[in-house]
């Protein structure tokens, strides 16, 4: 179950033991980064957007409840789900080797960290590698809509032009908005203190603030107009489709009426 999962991520972090899979993330367990948008270290937020990502389906508010298909729909396919906890646990490994004026923390942390972390694990194939990388470079595709302070159509459309250029793939789009559910459930941005006592994190539990809520309201207003997107597309290519099939057989008709004279 979810939260069985959500214990052991806790057990592996006051253990230390998540250091041994992942060296990178002792650098990270106390590096405080965008103080004014993560209450946590960015280890902390890594634990509590993992733990946030196994308990969403229980523990969403009504207000968010289609995340809960999308969630479901993923949790059908192991490949797709380990990608998501695997982009919960690196997706700011970058953080803290990023630049102004170069590479960004997702850069950084798909072309610099995340692939030689799998190449030494050795039971990763490089289709997945290659799929997770993707997926940290581009974790921030949801978010930077959901953060802006604009509801406007305008803004809505060119994050979904933006999304569609990198990708037409419902299993990455769907990855991609869960994980922005947990990440953004992993923060509590312009929190008085910086960070928390690792024990009250032990039983976190979501709290939804009208800050917190406007901003899943805006993920989920991106993913269902993704979605028909995708779905329209998906009924033009399979009228183009019928519709070129059916020119074949026309013309193998046609050819074939020729040969006989």
């Known amino acids: 179950r979810p939260h069985s999962l959500a214990l052991v991520i806790w057990e592996l972090y006051h253990t230390h033991l998540i250091e041994i899979y992942f060296p990178r993330f002792q650098e990270l367990r106390y590096h405080q980064a965008?103080?004014?948008w993560h209450r946590y270290?960015?280890?902390m937020h890594l634990m509590v957007t993992w733990d946030r990502l196994e308990r969403l389906a229980d523990d969403t508010a009504d207000e968010t409840q289609p995340i809960r298909s999308a969630l479901r729909k993923i949790r059908n396919m192991p490949k797709a789900i380990t990608m998501v906890r695997l982009l919960a646990i690196l997706h700011d490994f970058g953080k803290g080797l990023d630049s102004p004026f170069g590479k960004s923390h997702s850069e950084r942390g798909s072309e610099d960290i995340a692939p030689p972390i799998f190449e030494q694990m050795k039971f990763f194939?490089?289709?997945d590698i290659e799929t997770i990388c993707w997926l940290i470079r581009y974790h921030m595709s949801f978010n930077y809509y959901a953060r802006t302070s604009t509801y406007s159509t305008a803004a809505l459309n060119r994050t979904i032009e933006g999304i569609l250029e990198i990708t037409h793939d419902r299993s990455l789009i769907s990855a991609l908005y869960v994980f922005s559910m947990a990440d953004i459930l992993g923060v509590e941005p312009y929190a008085s203190d910086s960070r928390m006592k690792d024990n009250d994190l032990r039983n976190i539990s979501i709290r939804n603030?009208?800050?917190h809520l406007g901003?899943?309201?805006k993920l989920d207003k991106?993913?269902?107009s993704l979605s028909r997107v995708l779905r329209r597309a998906g009924s033009v290519e399979e009228s183009?489709?019928?519709?070129m099939d059916k020119a074949n057989r026309m013309l193998d008709?046609?050819?074939k009426e020729l040969i006989k004279r």
């Open 240 to 243: 183009v489709a019928k519709f």
């Open 222 to 224: 991106l993913y269902r």
């Open 253 to 255: 008709d046609r050819r």
């Open 41 to 43: 270290a960015v280890g």
């Open 34 to 36: 965008d103080v004014g």
């Open 125 to 127: 194939r490089q289709e």
């Open 209 to 211: 603030s009208d800050y």
């Open 215 to 217: 901003m899943l309201a």
